[in-house]
């Protein structure tokens, strides 16, 4: 059977680990607790960077984003980034690169790609509502929640996460700070989503890639709608 590898051997890790140990998969295991975990047999790596050497196929389950950023830049050949603005991609990249350096690894051949989204409905009452809408949605999912809170986002979504809390879902959705809304969704022209996306590209992300969306009803027509988008924001455009 092939080697697996499993970073991360806290409460969830450690029971996946020995899940996997069960069905015969040798292992090689680390985690910054020394001796957290280890499922019977394991093999312990001194590093996270040792388990991917040894192991053909690596699991991770880490406790928050810079623990999973700083495992990537070890040991992964690139890293997936979701939710942040422009203006925090120096930070976010510079947890990636730096783990890579410590790790022994060249920091500029991890790539650092962005999931970056896109309404490409002229801003306006309903389309305000609609994209609010997502962005309570996603930013009370506890995980969510707490990585704008390490991005320093705090004190603008408090009300938010507070009427949410109460079960105020029109409050919250209504507490939703415009400048937030703009930092996380682009929106607006074709030219200005061309140009807020340059500015993730010139903050350090690699490679983007975009989520568009639309809240348009008629089906026909939000395939047309999001068919120009496509075109209009491809990089030959």
Request: hydrophobic share 50%; aromatic share 6%.
């Amino acid at each position: 059977m092939e080697r697996v590898g499993f970073i991360g051997l806290g409460n969830l890790g450690s029971a996946m680990a020995r899940r996997i140990a069960g069905a015969g998969h040798p292992m090689t295991v680390f985690d910054v607790v020394a001796d957290r975990g280890v499922p019977d047999g394991a093999e312990v790596a001194p590093s996270a960077r040792a388990v991917a050497d040894r192991a053909g196929v690596v699991f991770a389950s880490l406790p928050n984003r810079e623990a999973s950023l700083q495992v990537a830049g070890e040991v992964a050949d690139g890293v997936i980034l979701n939710w942040l603005a422009a203006t925090d991609v120096p930070r976010v990249v510079a947890v990636v690169r730096e783990a890579a350096a410590r790790a022994g690894r060249d920091p500029a051949a991890i790539e650092v790609t962005a999931r970056l989204l896109v309404n490409v409905d002229p801003p306006g009452t309903e389309a305000d509502v609609g994209v609010r809408r997502h962005v309570t949605a996603y930013l009370n999912v506890p995980v969510y929640r707490a990585y704008q809170e390490w991005l320093g986002r705090g004190p603008e979504l408090t009300p938010m996460w507070q009427a949410w809390e109460r079960d105020d879902r029109k409050a919250a959705v209504a507490a939703v700070p415009t400048g937030v809304m703009g930092d996380l969704i682009l929106r607006g022209s074709m030219a200005e989503i061309r140009a807020h996306v340059q500015r993730y590209l010139d903050a350090g992300i690699d490679t983007a890639f975009l989520q568009v969306s639309t809240l348009q009803p008629d089906a026909d027509r939000r395939r047309q709608v999001l068919l120009d988008a496509m075109r209009a924001l491809a990089p030959s455009a």
